[in-house]
RNA sequence: GGGCGAAUAGCUCAGCUGGUUAGAGCGCCUGUCUUACACACAGGAUGUCGGGGGUUCGAAUCCCUCUUCGCCCACCA
């Protein structure tokens, strides 16, 4: 580990080394306290500072960090940051969650690697296991969170299947049964036959999938002459069939309707019912009715009194599972349902059965865990009835109590909220949250089910046994009540709960909006009366140069950490920052990282510098404070640096945005405002590396070499603008600016950037428009040298005509010209004969630059009268807009103004332009 | 099938409620080891703002339409 001298010298090696710095300024920030809240500071609970809570989607207690995860993070970490220097009481919650199916999954690996099932355990050698296991391996990201800088509050970090959490999802549960808002219900439900386990909606993918229909002619009974067709994708579920169904508008089979048809291969009568469900314009128009295998079979059979046979066990293999009792062929029994679809279209081909074989482009459904072919299986599962507490959660978006940043997001959650349906929240694991549900196997009454915050061994009613609920709670219901489980819910008076809830910015993936966002907003209003936060921010995916999503499968992923090591954390943070628009995906090349992350690193390094440059030539003698500066005696250039860090500061806040909405509600205005990190680092960067690099630099290079007041000025200017723009950059690179922050002049021992404040716009003042005719000359004077290509030590003489108080100006600045461009500045009171390059300036101010012996005249011609030419054609453009009538009438009268003004400028400098190719070329 | 969004420089994207000669980063070209930085400095090129129509004094920006991509939802067997 590597100390950092509060005050360095200045023989720091020119690149920055982010190995050397990066931990050990962390572990100085976290010995410190710097991210740790201090709940009672909060003005909720009488305390001097607003709070600002962001809540860390917990990541997979199993996972380790990939680029998805810095991505979110670094978001994340600038925005707490940020609020931190705002002088916030700014609280970062970090955890991770149990993840129920993915844990187990894991696991359920391990013990095969070891000729082991979770059976052979059983249920509580196994859920030890995990814990073991979880204990020992997880959380292994949140430990890399910290090496890219994440100021989470670790002494908080949470987890979603902890004794205080697991408080929390059982209160929950045990309130939304009492409401009969949670119930049990008997339908069909998408089952993972791997997993094992019930899926909700959510979790059951569609995937576009290229399978076939086929048709199968059902006989009609007692008319062998005639028979029915039906389409099916799934031929195997047949022997499930209770029914045929037509549309009862259907002519086509308006006869058929209460007759029977002929189940193929097992000679079963199956009535033909009139359902509206049978489309008319799909397939044959007939579909088959197997209610204990499809969910909308289910609805239909229910209607019409049908039985429900199930045919496919868990394991989705064949067999008579419930009344089904010589529904599935012996040959079929205990066969895999796929291979069961195969030898079901052979027998039913050889049965003279089978019609066409049509492709059939559909989505098939897989488990969002393990990718297996979902099966709609006939089973109970505990339901959350979503249509009431949709309400509230749709009407806080709607009302903007909660923004959605794209705002594309809005029309998407508004149309699922709207369509909402009920939320099958049990899954047949081991490991997660125990349905807190007990049976009692002796009493009726009132009923044997007992709902319970408790454990319970005896019945509350009759003192018998009783048996826990095999199930567990998806675990995304535990992740829904992260805002307040975390913050000490159930305990209305936690101080935590009373000091940050709502948080302010929830900051994830698009892809579980509805997973998580929107239950956390549900759960929120039925809990706590409120949001749990007031602004979603959708981040975008990485991908690869190809667009495809960066994933392990693929092996197209970058590894944060290989990042880390080689570039470091600030690279990678403002790498991804810097190269995400608001919702839009971050495009990196796996195969490339040294060209991936250039930005970043470049940044780093150019900062590192810019303190270079700083200590070698400020020194870290004291330094005069800049509050004690008087304006008259500040330079050029110090005016202009200053106003344009004001100008960058105002730019920063405003890309970063309202804190909070002023009232509760964003008003339209503001609902898309801010959060635009992008910007952020874009401006703070075009600051520090185009202004201050660029032109401050250069221009305070003499005044520093030259020891008197003046230099005094530009030391304490200097290193006020520098300080400034590190606190500008830190929440985005936190490492290498901590690191500079403390070496600068001045420093007081173990005070942080990380906690300083956050710069101020001083306002009003001098905008510094002196340093721009400056700036301007030596942009022109550049350009003249570079066009012909005049050697780079040799010196060009210049004439300005120009005003007088512009030329005194000037006189002052020579020596600053002649640095930057290598020019010798004279002046004159009208343009002197010969060649020479002229260029006129805005304001007027002419340049000419004698160039016997170096100009092509020919070509300078030519390039004098294509700018000439350009122009003319603008000015005639510029005469037509304000030739018409209209413009003049309606334009606002700014605008006329500006374009009269335009005009005013652009004819003086064509006149003079004009002379210049008459000069110098004659006329043309 | 329904809904939503996008199309601007070679690439990734800005361009906010219509109004300077449409911008940035990266890439590309030309020079330069100029005493903080070659991970740098200086200069440069590149766009009928997807096609067509309309509204307007004025359109990259608003409306319609077509084309092409993307996303979300959905029970079409």
Redesign the pocket.
Known sequence: MTTIPDHAEADLP??YDPAATEAAIYARWEQAGCFTADASRSMRVGGDRHPYGILMPPPNVTAILHVGHGLNSAVQDVLIRWARMKGMEALWVPGTDHAGIATQNVVEKQLAAEGLTRDDLGRELFVDRTKEFVEKTGGVILQQLRSIGASADWTRAAYTFSPELSVAVREAFVRLYEKKLIYRGHRVIHWCPRCLTSLS??EAE?QETTGA?YHIAYAVEGDSSRSIT?????PETMFGDVAVAVNPADERYQDLVGKHVILPLLDLAIPVVADD????????????ITPAH???DFEVGRRHGLPTPVVIDMHGVMNEVADARGRVPQALRGVDRFEARTQTVAMLDAAGRLGKKET?Q??VRHCYRCDTVVEPRLSDQWFVRMAPLAAPALDAVRTGRVRLLPE?WV??YE??MT?I?DWNISRQIWWGHRVPIWYCKACDAPDNVIASREDITTCPHCGGDVVQDTDVLDTWFSSGLWPMSTLGWPNENATDLKAFYPTDVLVTA??IL?FWVARMIVFGYEFMGDAPFHSVYLHGTARDTQ?RKMSKSLGNGIDPMDVVHLYGADALRYTLI??M??G??V?LDPDDLD?SF??G??F???LW??G??LL??VGDASVRPFEDLRPDELGRSDAWILARLDAAIRECDRAVGPIRPAHGTWPDEERAAGLRL??FA?TARRFV??EL??WY??AS?GRLLTPGADAEVARSVLVHVFDQALRLLHPIVPFVTEALWQRLPGHVDGTFLATSSWPAARGGGDTGADFEVIKEIV?AM??V???YAIA?GKTVDAFAMTSASVRTMLEGESALVSRLARTQLAFVDAVPSGAAANIVLSGGTQLIVPLAGLIDVTKECERLRTELA??EK?LV??ET?LG?P??ID???AN?VE?ERA?REE?TTRAGLLRARVEGLCGKA
């Open positions: 020119a690149q909606d959510e569609p229909l039906v389409a099916t994708t799934r469900y049978a489309d008319p314009a799909f397939g044959t128009g007939v579909v088959k499809d969910a909308n059939h559909h989505n594309k029309g998407v149309h699922w369509n349906r698009p892809e509805f667009g810097a190269g628009g608001l839009a995906d495009f060209k250039a930005t690193r470049n780093a390094t150019k510098n810019i270079r440059f070698k030539n992008n910007e874009e590396w185009n690099a660029d630099l250069e290079k942009e550049r350009r040298r570079s066009e780079p350009n122009l603008q453009a510029l807009r018409n209209g413009f309606r334009a606002p605008i500006a335009k652009w």
